[in-house]
């Protein structure tokens, strides 16, 4: 994608002064606009500020290369030779006008500066405008202006009149990319709209690299007022307002039986069909406190924006976007993190700053700002008695121990006597003493009947532990009456964050360990049993897991990292899941950030499971110094936490790139892998495209180390030549064994019944699903015993298959994705 030359073309038709001076530029755009992302809004602003119901905005996914370029195009009033003028003039503008304000929609601009936040991103700012039947360009060149003279700088800028020809010639291979349009809207043609402007960014600055797609979407779902009349596409997608898919636990309107109105002598009134409040210095606020049960922070809050705190809308846009507070002392962080509070404030529209980012000091803003934490005290006060009465008799044990003797009593008793007289042996989920003698095993089921009618019961403590990713759920200890819920397992970790309580995670651990000892008491072969709880746990790890972000998702929230590092950990924990690890969060002092596991048969059909553990090293530089890396701390997770291997993955490494450098020594020496988190994206993004499975990675794992030597297995990934895919064979061969068949559909048998799919072994055809599943994971899925599962029909999921690859992967990797998956 490429504009060169771009201020050649047309005809010359006049010219627009400009003065202006370096310093004023830097003051006004670089001093006020530090956020790549807001200096980015501001053109979006400018288009919601030009009465546009449409407006498409385009970030490439790579912003490095030299033809890289931003652009923003709405079908609002554009500008004539007039308005270009006015464009130009620093520090004016005519938003605020009487006819301006008296609009629908109020303006949002109000100083005339906005223009300068492009300064920021790049060094040429283009303007292309339908304006009365014409179309005319203007493109300011920033480094124009005399950086050296303390003087303002005499411009004109070039106003050049265009043929639609030209309009054709210049925007459509923008709008137009791998078949893929960008615009619900003509800009040329019998169709096309009246007005519209299109606003190119060229030339692009560094600070441009550090935009980020998610954190970008949030701020113009957040700060901007979607509604059906002002539309926004990104990248040719929808964005939608930002809200919370949960319901909250209660919600306070402001101005409505509001108790704080009571007691402080407020009052209250109607303002736009809104109840409101009115202050002794501001008048008319309006909006909510909802409060959820769950802390609606999370780690990637730094990376897509905030979900919590306070949210003041004036003229419906976001005006304290990350500040939380409003510029208020901090409040009670349980509370407030599990608060959102919207308040609609159109009074302060007198009070902000020149970036609309904040509010000036004033008795309008310590108004509001008393009334907020008035109203949060009253919050508060309501969420803590709540979980006080819900404190009361919250201890598994003790439920447990209340429940009825034939469930939780009478089957463990059974399955001891049944142990000890050699009708069963080691069970699933309870452990009991293999080494007692006779009389020992006559005293502990004495012990056992007796705790049938005890207070306790037989199961007197439920206890967590960290067994293992691969343990099962729970175990009990019989001998000790001790039921260990397994901390590591995926379901917990996944999932503990969800609950404030952890009551029920251990009622549902200990009911498995019954579960168990109910069906051994109704006499089922013990076999069928221990199938059976294999199942269930293998359920709630397939459950877990299966709403899991898919491949392309996952390197988006890499690549953000190359620029914000905060949310490196998450990120790396879904890498390894998009790869098809079982892979669970760890953390904490001395631990490694978590732990994969892979379950694997080789060609010959042998199991060849291996597991690693893995460290994110971030920073807020380019690189981390080769201390951080600490290579001793990984060998001992891995050998604390029974690994096969190490990885460590960071932004980039000091004296990485020198392969005698002690780092890559020690790496070597160790075998510890370490990974560039750019590298870790490409081989994401290649993995499914090059059917990248399980051996190749134990492969990568045992003999790359270094970051020169992980680099270079994953660039040749490039090269890899592959084979046609039966995926259409595939999907119809499972599809019909799934109807027709009374069994689930194993690898196996779907491989011996298509001729084609003889042609692959399991393992390849294994490894096609698992690519397959990383695209579309909720379509298709393959389990550790072989079971394939497809959601849908075939149609349906190659449907799927197509929209991934249309919109979710980077066009420079599209083709490598349509070549290997023969996808129309």
Known sequence: MSIKNIEDVGKKVGSIPLSISYRIIELFSAGLYSSPNKAFEELVCNSYDAFADKVAVFVPSDKTTEDALLWVCDNGESMDDAGLKLLWRIGETNKRDADYEEKDRPPIGQFGIGKLATYVLARKLTHICKSNGGFRIVTMDYDRINRESGKPTEINLDERKLTEAEVIGILKPLIEVNGRRLLDFDLWGGNAEETWTFAIMSDLKPKAEKIQEGR?????????????????????????????????????VIGE?????????????????????????????????????????????????????????????????DDSLFGMPAMSHGVFNRIRITIHADALDAYLTSTRESIKESEQQKDLQRYIQRKFEEVK????????????????SYKISHTSTSLSRKPLLVVAKKFFKKEIDDLYLTRIPKDFSEEEQSEFISRLEEDLVSEEG??????????????????????????KINLLHPFFVNFSHELRSTLPFQLIATTEILTEA??????????????????????????????????????QMIQSTLSDPSGLEDAVLYAFRSLGFDANPIGGSGNPDGKACATVRDKDGKRSDYSL????????KAKIKAATVKISASVRHRNDHNADYSVVVSIDIEGADDPDSAISKEAKEHKVSCIRAKDLWSLLLLAAPRQVNFLDLKDFFEKCHTVIETSNWIKS???????????????????????????????????????????YSVAELTSLIKSLENLVSRMISINRGGIVSIQSNPEKIMECLNRVLESDIPPELAKAYLKAFEVE
């Open 257 to 321: 039986d509001d108790e704080i109105v009571k007691k402080f002598d407020y009052t209250e009134s109607t303002y736009k069909d809104n109840p409101c409040v009115n202050l002794p210095n501001i008048s008319n606020i309006h909006g909510k406190f909802e409060l959820y049960r769950d802390s609606l922070l999370s780690g990637k809050s730094k990376e897509l924006g905030r979900s919590h705190g306070i949210f003041i809308m004036v003229r419906d846009r976001l005006v304290n976007l």
């Open 381 to 396: 006060a309501y969420y803590f008695n709540l979980i006080e009465k819900e404190e009361k008799g919250r201890t598994a």
């Open 613 to 620: 553990v893995y460290d994110a090293k971030s920073t807020g």
């Open 518 to 555: 109910f069906l051994i008491e109704s006499g089922i072969d013990q076999g069928t049993v221990r199938a059976i709880m294999e199942r269930r746990d293998e359920l709630l790890r397939e459950v877990t897991y299966s709403d899991k972000p898919n491949a392309p998702c996952v390197a």
């Open 458 to 483: 037989i199961i007197k403590d439920v206890a967590w532990e960290a067994l293992s990713p691969e343990a099962p759920i729970a175990q009990l200890e019989l001998e000790t009456g001790i039921a």
């Open 216 to 252: 970008l979407k949030w701020i113009l779902s957040a700060a901007l007022p979607l509604n059906p009349g002002f539309n926004l596409l990104f990248n040719g997608n929808q964005i939608e307002p930002s809200k919370i898919s949960i319901e909250p636990l209660k919600t306070w």
């Open 717 to 759: 990934l490039k090269d890899r030549q592959i084979q046609k895919q039966p995926i259409k064979e595939l999907l119809e061969t499972t599809y019909t064994l799934m109807i027709d068949d009374d069994e689930p559909p194993h690898i196996n048998a779907i491989r011996v019944s298509n001729d084609t799919l003889k042609k």
